[in-house]
């Protein structure tokens, strides 16, 4: 996770965890944390049929693209 101290891109191990958003610095961070976070609180991923981890992958798959969205990028 990131320090919140610089720009923190997303690695190849994150990327198949299914994360793809990068994690801005400072309070930018923090507020990409917590939008991010708060998107595992609705519409969550109907996990019938799913593995552990394809379902792990798809909800952050999809907190990131929440996040994308509300920032605009």
């Known amino acids: ?10 690695s190849k191990y994150e990327k198949k965890l299914g994360y793809h958003a990068t994690m801005r610095a400072g309070m930018d961070g923090l507020y990409d944390l917590a939008l991010h976070e708060m998107a595992h609180t609705f519409n969550q991923t ?21 996040l994308k969205e509300i920032r605009g990028f």
Not at 1 to 10: D, E, R, T
């Open 1 to 10: 996770m990131s320090n919140f101290q610089k720009k923190k891109k997303v």
């Open 46 to 66: 109907d996990p019938i049929g799913l593995t552990g981890p394809k379902f792990q992958k798809l909800e952050e798959k999809r907190a990131d693209s929440f």
